[in-house]
């Protein structure tokens, strides 16, 4: 029996987890929460989730761009695909620079977040 995708989320803002959580949940998605980049960097490591969707600003040591690259450089996390949430329109180009297979700029449809989370979310 193949297991249940995992999707990692790693936002500050207790409104965009619960919206990407039902979202996902909807669709048969497991969905792990925390809010900063350090917390998702630990997590992923622990799970090794089928795609994190990662914020850009967040409280902690560093942002969500450093944790991409951080996951990048661990071999055992390295393949889990990366997709930004950020406020920023600005950020794409840094966002995509740093490692991410894609972005979303808040606030984000729920239905182009599902397009998003199965085109990229890896199958294993």
């Known amino acids: 029996m193949e297991r249940q995708r995992t999707i990692l989320i790693a936002d500050d803002r207790p409104e965009i987890r619960t919206l ?3 979202t996902l949940a909807s ?44 996951l990048a450089a661990d071999a055992s996390t390295s393949s889990i695909p990366v997709i930004m949430l950020t406020a ?16 979303m700029t808040k606030p984000f449809s729920p239905i182009d977040l599902l397009k998003h989370v199965q085109q990229f979310a890896r199958n294993s």
Not at 53 to 61: A, C, N, T, V
Not at 93 to 98: D, E, F, G
């Open 20 to 22: 990407v959580r039902l």
């Open 27 to 70: 669709d048969g998605f497991a969905v792990a929460e925390c809010k900063s980049a350090p917390e998702a960097v630990k997590l992923a490591k622990q799970l090794l989730p089928h795609l994190i969707l990662m914020d850009i600003d967040m409280p902690g040591e560093y942002n969500g761009v450093t944790a991409i690259g951080m």
């Open 88 to 103: 920023s329109k600005d950020s794409a180009p840094n966002c995509l620079a740093s490692g991410a297979v894609a972005y």
